[in-house]
């Protein structure tokens, strides 16, 4: 009896973990989707052009994505749960910055400084987090991962509401102008700083001995991940199996030769490349999507916000799309998923009205948000774990860098031609990651 509760209670500590790990999440993408919807009135209180906003943008993205290889190796190193707390506590600096009010001509730098400490500190938790929960549900990995994509899309569902609630707050028609998006950021700011007290007291130490325990509780008996086992050890070749009896991290040069030759396998490579594909497309439709839908497809900003927010809603979908992956396989998942985003993504371009455009937005977040922890969980079953935090940090910069370019590329290409051309340059994109996920399919048949 006494063994039973004992084991209820350490599987309730894992999904305690799990929904932490889940709300830091939630919290990086509220903070990062909170700027597209302040887009439109940054442009007209600063004076500043799209190109300027993208490449503000680009540069939060582009030091999330450079964090990407350095916590997944650190992690490696040290554990995931110092680097998740360090990460949330930079977070915490970050929106602390951008939440105190400046004086007109500051108040640009400040924004761009404070977007580099957010980018710079919501850098480190994805990598780390997929290769924590990972371990802990090695069975259900697939699941957790939706969980946690789901509920961190839910960051771009709360924060245009959160925009427009501060923005227009008033009391008997009275507007407050002490309420403004600075008093976002500072509730961000606390909630980073109790996250990060959380998770520092409540997650286990991933090279603790009880962890292993931990992800048996979690998977049962462990029966359900044989296959994933046995395929870590193969999948990215014979060249890492010689590194499998040392940690890799006390010779950098060895670490690195031994993440590059991950890239040795063909399907491996291959799918690296549909994924940074897909990063770029993604980030810069989600970055400009609002601007998109005011000035290419006419609706009003009312109507653009609440358009932006059902692009996040319908990320419900990740939590079938995860399980559904546990059951049948990633690779017929992902492809399903990556076609409706393109699918959706070339519909947007070519039709008109509120509910066309709609219901493109819908078909374009529904694929995006489903392939996303499907994509997690492949990485994680071929990655051997000899090389598991480092080799998915050098996967996410990859496509996290691909996807920092991209607002400065649409941003640049919407002032000379126009969104709609700058739109068409990302649906290209989808459309050579769906026909580069074919060419993994062959492969790995072969």
């Given at each position: ?198 998770f520092a007291r409540s997650a286990p130490d991933p090279d603790a001995a009880d962890l292993g325990g931990a992800a048996t509780d979690a998977a049962g008996d462990g029966s359900d991940d044989s296959d994933t086992a046995a395929g870590d050890d193969t999948a990215a070749g014979d060249d890492t199996s010689d590194d499998a009896e040392t940690d890799g991290v006390d010779d ?100 008109s009205g509120v509910v066309a455009v709609a219901g493109a937005v819908v078909a374009f977040g529904l694929g995006s948000h489903g392939f996303r922890p499907v994509r997690g969980a492949y990485l994680a079953a071929v990655l051997p774990e000899s090389a598991a935090g480092g080799g998915l940090g050098v996967v996410r910069t990859l496509l996290m860098s691909a996807g920092a ?42």
């Amino acid at each position: 009896m006494g063994t039973g509760v004992g084991s209820r209670l350490r599987a309730l500590a894992d999904y305690d973990v799990l929904a932490l790990t889940a709300l830091i999440w939630f919290l990086a993408k509220f903070l990062r989707y909170a700027f597209p919807p302040l887009f439109p009135a940054f442009r007209e209180t600063l004076g500043v052009s799209s190109s300027v906003l993208g490449v503000a943008f680009t540069a939060m993205l582009t030091v999330y994505a450079a964090m990407q290889f350095p916590s997944g190796a650190l992690a490696d190193r040290v554990g995931a749960r110092r680097v998740i707390v360090a990460g949330a506590v930079v977070t915490g600096l970050g929106a602390l910055v951008l939440a105190v009010p400046v004086p007109d001509g500051l108040a640009f730098g400040v924004l761009g400084g404070g977007m580099l400490l957010v980018g710079l500190g919501t850098g480190v938790h994805k990598t780390v987090a997929v290769r924590l929960l990972s371990r802990l549900y090695p069975g259900r990995t697939g699941r957790a991962l939706g969980v946690l994509d789901t509920l961190g899309a839910f960051g771009g569902v709360a924060a245009p509401a959160a925009v427009v609630a501060v923005t227009g707050a008033t009391v008997a028609g009275v507007p407050l102008p002490w309420l403004d998006w600075h008093a976002l950021f500072l509730a961000g700011a606390v909630a980073a700083g109790g996250l990060a007290l959380l998770f520092a007291r409540s997650a286990p130490d991933p090279d603790a001995a009880d962890l292993g325990g931990a992800a048996t509780d979690a998977a049962g008996d462990g029966s359900d991940d044989s296959d994933t086992a046995a395929g870590d050890d193969t999948a990215a070749g014979d060249d890492t199996s010689d590194d499998a009896e040392t940690d890799g991290v006390d010779d950098t040069g060895g670490a690195l030769r031994r993440y590059a030759a991950l890239f040795r396998e063909p399907a491996f490579a291959v799918f690296v490349l549909a994924t940074v594909c897909f990063s770029f497309a993604y980030n810069g439709a989600v970055a400009f999507l609002p601007l998109y839908l005011t000035d290419a497809a006419g609706l009003s900003e009312t109507t653009a916000s609440l358009l932006y927010s059902g692009l996040f809603v319908v990320s419900l979908v990740q939590l079938g799309t995860g399980d559904l992956s546990d059951r049948v396989g990633q690779l017929p998942v992902i492809a399903a998923t990556l076609a409706l985003a393109t699918g959706g993504l070339l519909a947007l371009l070519s039709v008109s009205g509120v509910v066309a455009v709609a219901g493109a937005v819908v078909a374009f977040g529904l694929g995006s948000h489903g392939f996303r922890p499907v994509r997690g969980a492949y990485l994680a079953a071929v990655l051997p774990e000899s090389a598991a935090g480092g080799g998915l940090g050098v996967v996410r910069t990859l496509l996290m860098s691909a996807g920092a370019l991209a607002p400065a590329v649409v941003g640049g290409v919407a002032d000379a031609t126009g969104f709609g051309a700058a739109f068409g340059v990302l649906a290209a994109a989808l459309v050579a990651a769906l026909a580069l996920t074919g060419v993994v399919a062959v492969v790995d048949a072969s």
